[in-house]
């Protein structure tokens, strides 16, 4: 029933979903509720860490908690929001990080389907055992190794999807798969903050673990609609050398993901430090009670789902007149906006040092903005390895653009730890000095990049 519902969606006169293949919509369905558990529970972390499980009485439950904290204060004592931003920054960072592992199990051991069935099996287990004190740092362990199985794997299956040759029908299924994402990342925190809210952090926990069930469920449905994935050690064949040319292109594509690094220090600088300053300064209270601080970490996944039509419709309008901006431009672009959206909160904040003094419309604004630019430049990031990896490096070099957000969240961790020694506004006009950097460099190398990626789509 689930298989036949999806596959009626956007049905053509081809028989395809909205031209695309059916496989992307149960990719889609699939990272949807994966994505739901991962960002609910990572709305209510740093809330949790500083709120709860940082306080003595709990903190000699935890296993390993001494001496985790004994290592990141070798400078000298920390307090509890710095010291949860780092733990925050390293967890997401390593996230990121093991998606290079992931995809050599994949390309080389067992296939992409059913390294992500394991991904999500262990998701699931580290979810429920985030409902307990003892078991947290084992918990995030078992999500960094979870997500590192499955994160690049599903990326690099819808990549597999298109041909190479047709760049504009890739970038838009990536972002249809995108909007999937947002989807999760938007209802996850509600649902998450509000269990948590009634019946504590636990159960919020809780639920992400059983919707990471229904993720397994999902995938395991749409198998026969997804590309064989036979890896290389299987088939005992060696991987054919890469030419000259896909060596270059390969150095290319390194740099085109380590000049999204910026864009990754400021945007995920709202899932950690954003939601304690929501907590601490933005004004919550509505007629009806006040809103959890943890709903926000929804906004910008709103965001995205909002921009994620319009931005379709218009590259699709653009490619017809051939307008379109190329992928590389559209990555710079999508950075920039990030540093608007930082300013936001600046502007929102200047001269305001009191509790619950910010008005909740310059948050929401900065959210949802963030949640804009996010569909402007990963998505296409996505796109652009997948369409230039050369043949059996799709998963490998899928993990590897990984590395940019493992790289930013570490450093955006250790920047999110200075934030209460300055003021609000003065923090996030850094943030945002961090993404325009990126931005302009990206946008000043965009046509060199781009034609060594494709000399065709250069202009």
């Not at 999902?218 to 040319?245: I, N």
């Not at 990126?438 to 494709?454: E, N, P, S, V």
Request: charge should be neutral; aromatic fraction near 12%.
């Amino acid at each position: 029933m689930l298989g036949e519902s999806l596959g009626r969606i956007g049905q053509t006169a081809h028989g395809q979903p909205s031209g695309h293949p059916k496989g992307l919509y149960y990719l889609s369905f699939t990272e949807m509720w994966e994505r739901f558990s991962f960002y609910g529970m990572s709305a209510l972390l740093t809330l949790y860490m500083v709120k709860e499980l940082l306080q003595p009485e709990n903190a000699v439950q935890v296993i390993g908690l001494a001496a985790l904290r004994n290592m990141f204060e070798f400078r000298g004592p920390m307090s509890d929001v710095a010291f949860s931003a780092i733990i925050y920054g390293w967890y997401a960072g390593l996230v990121y990080f093991t998606p290079i592992v992931g995809g050599w199990v994949a390309d080389r051991i067992l296939g992409a389907k059913r390294t992500v069935m394991i991904g999500v099996i262990l998701m699931s287990a580290g979810h429920l055992a985030m409902s307990f004190y003892a078991s947290f740092l084992f918990a995030l362990l078992l999500l960094i190794l979870g997500s590192g199985f499955l994160k690049g794997n599903i990326s690099a299956q819808v990549g597999a999807l298109y041909p190479r040759s047709d760049e504009s029908m890739r970038s838009r299924g990536f972002t249809i798969f995108s909007t999937g994402i947002c989807i999760g990342a938007a209802s996850g925190p509600f649902v998450t903050g509000l269990v948590a809210a009634i019946y504590g952090w636990h159960a919020g926990f809780a639920v992400a673990a059983v919707l990471m069930l229904i993720a397994l469920v999902a995938y395991v449905l749409g198998q026969k609609h997804l590309p064989d994935d036979r890896p290389v050690a299987r088939k005992r064949e060696k991987a054919p050398a890469m030419t000259a040319a896909e060596r270059k292109r390969v150095a290319v594509l390194l740099l085109v993901i380590a000049l999204t690094i910026p864009a990754e220090i400021a945007y995920p600088m709202v899932w950690s430090i954003g939601i304690l300053w929501v907590d601490q300064y933005v004004n919550l209270a509505t007629s009806l009670g006040e809103v959890p601080s943890s709903w926000f970490a929804s906004m910008d996944s709103i965001g995205a789902i909002l921009a994620a039509p319009a931005l379709i419709a218009f590259w699709a309008w653009q490619a017809k007149r051939g307008s379109e901006p190329t992928s590389v431009t559209k990555v710079g672009i999508g950075t920039t906006i990030i540093a608007f959206a930082a300013l936001l909160f600046a502007y929102g904040n200047l001269g305001l040092s009191e509790p619950d003094s910010v008005g909740a419309g310059w948050a929401i604004a900065g959210w949802l903005i963030m949640g804009f630019a996010w569909m402007y430049y990963w998505p296409t990031t996505l796109a652009i390895v997948s369409r230039a990896a050369p043949p059996g490096m799709g998963s490998f070099l899928m993990g590897v653009a990984f590395l940019s957000p493992f790289v930013g969240h570490v450093l955006a961790g250790w920047v999110g730890s200075y934030f209460d020694q300055m003021s609000p506004s003065v923090f996030w006009a850094m943030d945002a000095a961090i993404a325009l950097v990126g931005g302009t460099l990206i946008l000043l190398l965009r046509k060199r990049l781009q034609a060594a990626l494709d000399p065709d789509l250069s202009a």
